[in-house]
């Protein structure tokens, strides 16, 4: 078999970050910056519940894996799955060299009218995690060891790119989508997610972004990257196939539904009632727009299917992700119910379908997150802290960030594609296409 000078770069890059990591020494006096606070801060409850939640989003990833996989033709079965899975060792390398400080570093950005907001962290804040230890920081992680927190949000930038992979699902090669992927992280997730959740960041510090667990920075982001991505790789050959196992979709449904109890209730970063009402209203907005999908579908002319109830389900995951500990469960119940409706009405628009997304991410993902957005700005609880409650420059700054963001990450994302493309060839030869991703890409196969 011939290898490809990608394949050495790669192979040389992983063990150029092996080695330097026994050459960055983690940083011992971090005590005295002012960053930290003494050890006596942490909460063992706290702590013992922001392990179980980083392990539960953890399983997200595989739950995704067998959702996805389930979708998709036999011949594609295998690498659909690893196209997920591969996220965990990417995402989680990448993570601890430069992405938890691009995300979580200290601000770089701008200043206006003596206030400053940060567009991106600094990438030698925590390289390597250096100063990423057992201390609780000041802002960002008050109770609970900052290598917790680290570890925690690093699960979300896992599974932000493995989202985008069902719209190019049949047709990317593999070694231009770790390409991609890397690429995503750094340029999209990294400083969408320094300006959503750090304390100093732009659309957090300016905007007022309610976003309690990811609809922004995770759905909004991976949806749009997986519309730009159709649209670049082009559509497949033969675009109509039967999924391959429908209960590998429901055994990835249950697995994401389980894992997205740490993806919200976990983000409250307490065990507290901020996370128990986050719980609440996780399950019920999914449990609402299970049912909602599946009886609008029957009164659509359309079977009541196992795969349009696990749509459903996560289609109400997603919406309710940014307004979770914000809303009640009556709200959080209209919440899944709403999103499941337009959702179900953009994956059955003629014109959407033009665009060969393969397991419609866009509408469902990047629909239900901006639903969840805009949900959020109108029935987030407090003064003036929504629509409903007094807050129309909330509600306003809302639907401004969302324009920015949806900007952002579509053309953005278009850009990184296009790159990637210029660099190593993204799509599949006919003959590989035809063949199965399986066998051309990985020589594996379901038989």
Known sequence: MKIGLKWIVSFSVISLVAVGGLFWNPSSDVANTGEFLSEDKIVGADVAWILAAAGLVLLMTPGLSFFYGGMVGRKNVISTMLQSFIALGVISILWVVVGFSLSFGESLGFSFKGVHYGIIGNPLSYPFFNKVGSLP??????????????????????????????????????????????????????????MVWHPDGLLNKYFGVKDFAGGTVVHMSAGFAALAGALVVGNRKNPHHEPSNIPYVLLGTGMLWFGWFGFNAGSALSASASAATAFGTTTIASASAMMTWIFFDRINGRSVSALGACIGAVVGLVAITPGCGFVSIGESLFIGFLTAVVSNVMVNWKALKKVDDTLDVFACHGVGGIMGMILTAVFAHGEKASLLHGGIDVFLHHMAALILVSCFTFFGSLLLYKITDSIITLRVSEESENKGLDLSQHDESLM
């Open 137 to 194: 920081h000041s802002q960002m992680a008050s109770t609970i060891p900052f290598i917790l927190f680290a570890l925690f949000q690093m699960k979300f930038a896992v599974i932000t790119p493995a989202i985008i992979t069902g719209s190019f699902a049949e047709r990317v090669r593999f070694i231009s989508y770790l390409l991609f992927i890397v690429l995503f992280c750094i340029f999209i997730y990294t400083p969408l997610c320094h």
